[in-house]
């Protein structure tokens, strides 16, 4: 497979205005000024360019000192995932008329609705105020903001005395949650060393399933106890204290000090200094020496990037950007419209139709499938950073397809042959693992540029939940207008759609900085 290069993106999206524009060595470079006349614009001038360089020294950082400023951030993806979990459990025992512990359990099916998906609710509110205050609050502060989400969430539900209580805490942990998967992200692929920002920022991914399966397993243990629905909400608050105080322990991104720095915003010298201080706790004792290079450098190739200027919300539909939410909105919409929310949905009964005893108890298909979902993320985050992101997703998203096929084929022509449902299940499952479910989130990470980062991964955020929600409720009335068979060859098609989105649009962002990319892939 050949490698498609970041210079290659501009055959796609070529820059306005280079073919015309004449080079002027003592014009400010601009985004849109980078290419010399009679080159592709792919291409950059050496002697313009002399920190963006294809072959970049390898940054010195500790493995020790890269730990915490991951693990803080992802137990947001982790409480993501346990509400996911342990909501599927919770509906049932808040549903029994002798283990419930209240007086309310006779709930209507939209009243269930309500409590699975009041987080999603929250969640679209909460990559709303993502939108607004990410940049001038910064990725720490916003992660600290979610953890208090989700902490008053946690506690609101458990708590609940009436019904409208429960949605309440629903809705405000979701909006933990939008807070959580709009600003973790960001800070681990900013804090990151290069080598291994893909692997730390698909481990995040790793913890939403870590946390998925944990709700899972919590709430099999409590649905037979009374009141276990508290119990399975209770629990993520002390992650969520955790969280917190990590966080708030942990120092700013020193690329969002830095933009500070060039936009104006604050004292430089004090901003400056907190940047190397933050590098050097990000890396380590093996930083310390070459932390202040590190950090002119950055606030060079952030100026030569054309990141000096404030953006505007104008700038998110323009040039870079306009790139980059193409890129990143166009891989979280196929996430979600591939059909990953109705092909779980109908895991139990493929399971069951197959004879598998453990399927009568939907606890234990989602804890295997859980499982199932923990490996294969394992095994892309532990390869993502030497094969790349590109043959990943390609070979991947190509086995999704396969599934869909044979999955709507099942329904169609093989439904006496339980057997390839259950390969098409397990199929769909470990490829969308390998590809769409961590590399999603970490190409929305990296792709932007720093300075509309924060606004332009709000608006990806916000387009995953939202086609999350599209796809979740329109399955059924779907279902019954076209049948399942139907439906899943629907989402193959979609599927190979995205195949071709893939292929001819998303760059490979492998082994370069943040600030390479920008320069080179938009």
Same mark, same amino acid.
């Given at each position: 497979? %050949? ?7 501009? #055959? ?28 592709? =614009? ?11 360089? @294809?072959?970049?020294?390898?940054? %010195? ?7 915490? !400023? ?27 008329? =002798? ?10 099916? $939209? ?6 998906? /009041? ?50 805490? &629903? ?21 990151? !060393? ?26 099999? $243990? ?30 700013? =991104? ?28 990000? &890396?380590?004792?093996?930083?310390? @020496? ?12 952030? =100026? ?50 197959? *004879? ?17 979902? $923990? ?23 190509? *086995? ?9 084929? #099942? ?18 499952? /470990? ?36 086609? %999350? ?8 009335? $779907? ?44």
């Amino acid at each position: 497979m %050949n490698k498609f290069h970041c210079n290659n993106l501009n #055959y796609f999206f070529p820059i306005a205005g280079n073919a015309a524009m004449a080079f002027d060595p003592e014009q400010q470079p601009t985004s849109s000024a980078f290419v010399e006349v009679g080159k592709t =614009s792919g291409e950059i001038r050496s002697e313009r360019e002399p920190l963006i360089k @294809d072959n970049h020294t390898p940054e %010195n950082y500790s493995v020790v000192a890269a730990i915490f !400023p991951f693990l803080f951030p992802a137990l947001g993806g982790l409480l993501y995932g346990y509400e996911i979990g342990a909501t599927s459990c919770a509906t049932i025992s808040l549903q029994s008329p =002798s283990l419930s512990g209240i007086s309310w359990y006779n709930l209507s099916s $939209l009243d269930v609705g309500l409590v699975t998906s /009041g987080s999603l609710y929250g969640a679209l509110v909460g990559s709303a105020v993502a939108f607004t205050i990410a940049d001038v609050i910064g990725r720490r502060k916003e992660l600290v903001l979610a953890a208090l989400f989700f902490l008053v969430g946690a506690l609101a539900t458990t708590l609940a005395p009436i019904y409208s209580v429960l949605i309440i805490g &629903r809705v405000t942990y979701g909006v933990g949650v939008g807070l959580a998967m709009h600003a973790a992200p960001m800070y681990i692929a900013e804090t990151a !060393p290069s080598q291994i920002r893909g692997q730390l920022v698909s481990l995040k991914e790793f913890f939403i399933v870590l946390g998925m399966v944990g709700g899972y397993g919590i709430g099999s $243990l409590t649905v037979n106890t009374l009141s276990g629905w508290r119990y399975m909400y209770a629990t993520s608050a002390p992650l969520a204290v955790i969280m917190g105080i990590g966080m708030w322990w942990l120092p700013a =991104s020193p690329r969002w000090l830095l933009l500070r720095v060039i936009q104006g915003k604050g004292n430089v010298e004090n901003q400056k200094e907190a940047a190397i201080k933050s590098l050097c706790r990000l &890396r380590g004792s093996a930083f310390v @020496d070459s932390a202040a290079e590190q950090v002119n450098e950055i606030l060079a190739e952030l =100026s030569f990037v054309g990141e000096d200027k404030e953006a505007t919300f104008g700038e998110l539909f323009q040039g870079k950007c306009k790139k980059a939410l193409i890129i990143g909105g166009g891989l979280v919409l196929f996430q979600q419209i591939t059909g990953q929310p109705s092909v779980l949905y109908y895991a139990p009964s493929i399971l069951q139709t197959a *004879g598998f005893s453990a399927a009568g108890d939907a606890t234990r298909v989602s804890i295997l499938l859980g499982l199932l979902k $923990l490996i294969m993320t394992g095994v892309a985050v532990v390869v993502i950073d030497r094969l790349g992101r590109r043959p990943l997703l390609l070979g991947g998203v190509g *086995g999704m397809v396969v599934s869909l096929f044979l999955l709507g084929s #099942y329904y169609i022509f093989f439904s006496a042959a339980p057997v390839v449902a259950v390969v098409a299940l397990l199929l769909y499952v /470990g490829c969308y693992q390998l590809s769409f479910g961590p590399i999603g989130w970490l190409m929305i990470s990296e792709i932007f540029p720093l300075k509309l980062r924060g606004r332009g991964l709000s608006l990806a955020v916000l387009v995953n939940f939202g086609a %999350n929600a599209l796809v979740t409720f329109a399955f059924s009335p $779907l279902k019954e207008l076209f049948g399942a068979g139907i439906l899943f060859m629907g989402f193959g098609v979609i599927c190979v759609l995205s195949l071709l989105f893939i292929y001819f649009i998303v760059p490979e962002t492998k082994g370069l900085t943040l600030e390479e990319i920008e320069a080179k892939c938009l």
